[in-house]
């Protein structure tokens, strides 16, 4: 079954894209649901995946709101105000989110459900308080299952929405709509979808169009249709199969030579986000001295702290990244 987006002169030229932290949030948690994990996240998903389920986050709100398959709750996917927001800007727009919105959501929902939840039926009632109990918890997800990732999921995404950029600017938009996936086409007009779940059409939504790369919408594009607002589309992002690839095995002297050894080898081990403990395992140094090492580089906006459960996972940043691993040297 094939569906189809009609565009004017102007939905053509408010076309946009944007990196969206909720949909990684929602995508990524569908990921984790399903049963056989995809090879190009299996890295990622072992890791997370206990820490869920240590925070009771398998059985939570968003285990009520985000079904393993089919229709995905509108509210949870606000349309980002510009190209590069920030999770708490669209936790914000979800507290925003009209009880009407909410339930007319929970109503498809239901409809999808042979045994709506519970939590549903709470939200149902009372959508504004519940609302910032969804957020909290997503905020919680965030800090354990992406925050500690997000350097390199970001890069991904922004790389995907320059390098397309480029592509509109050198071919036209229509050759872009064309490449974003096997299911998307545009012809005279109207972008087409094949085996789509949710069709879009025009009548049904505002005007213009959003393109939204994932790293975990893989193998399907996702849509929202909520008018006047413009629909979306998060697709694939390009390179998403060199994601958790290492990107160092061993600082080199010249980053020890600043750095000192210790930090700069603690920054390698970083490649994968890890705790005090598992630091002071893996590097032979004492539990103490990376502790103290992990301030300082935290102070020089080198790695970051979030929590999980008693303890703290360290990740490095995008700096640390381009530090170690300088453009054109390669990756390991």
């Known amino acids: 079954m094939e569906y189809g987006l009609s565009f004017s002169a102007t939905d053509l030229a408010q076309t946009r894209f944007a990196v969206s ?3 990684e949030v929602v995508t990524s948690f569908r990921l984790l649901r399903e049963e056989t994990d995809p090879p190009m996240h299996r890295h990622w998903a072992g890791q997370v995946r206990p820490r869920l389920v240590r925070a009771g986050l398998d059985r939570g709100w968003l285990a009520a709101l985000i079904p393993g398959n089919g229709y995905l709750a509108d509210f949870l996917n606000p349309t980002p105000a510009g190209p590069f927001p920030e999770l708490p800007a669209e936790l914000a727009a979800i507290r925003r989110s009209t009880p009407e919105q909410v339930r007319a959501d929970l109503a498809v929902l239901a409809q999808k ?33 992406l925050a500690p990732y997000w350097p390199r999921i970001r890069q991904l995404l922004e790389a995907d929405v320059f390098h397309r950029a480029r592509q509109v ?15 998307v086409s545009w012809d005279a007009g109207t972008l087409s979808m094949v ?9 049904d939504t505002g005007s213009g169009l959003l393109l ?35 990107r160092t095995t061993e600082p080199s002297d010249a980053v ?45 906006g080198l790695v970051t702290g979030h929590r999980n459960g008693r303890s703290v996972l360290y990740a490095r940043t995008a700096i640390a990244d381009a530090l170690l691993c300088p453009a054109g040297a390669g990756t390991a």
């Open 212 to 246: 939204v790369p994932s790293a975990f919408a893989w193998p399907r594009v996702l849509t929202r249709s909520v008018a006047p607002e413009p629909p979306q589309l998060a697709y694939p992002a390009r390179g998403i199969g060199t994601l958790w690839e290492p």
């Open 113 to 145: 459900s042979a045994r709506p939840a519970p939590r549903l039926r709470l939200l149902h009632e009372e959508p504004e308080a519940v609302l910032e109990k969804v957020t909290a918890e997503i905020e919680t997800y965030w800090e354990l299952a």
């Open 21 to 23: 932290p909720m949909w």
């Open 256 to 300: 020890a030579a600043v750095l000192g050894r210790s930090r700069a080898l603690l920054l390698a081990e970083l490649d994968v986000p890890a705790s005090t403990t598992q630091l002071a395992r893996h590097s032979g140094l004492s539990t103490a001295a990376v502790s103290q090492h992990l301030v300082a580089l935290r102070n020089a």
């Open 169 to 183: 600017a050198e071919h036209g938009s229509a050759h872009v709509l064309n490449e974003l996936h096997e299911s």
């Open 195 to 203: 085996r789509r779940h949710c069709m879009m059409r025009r009548a």
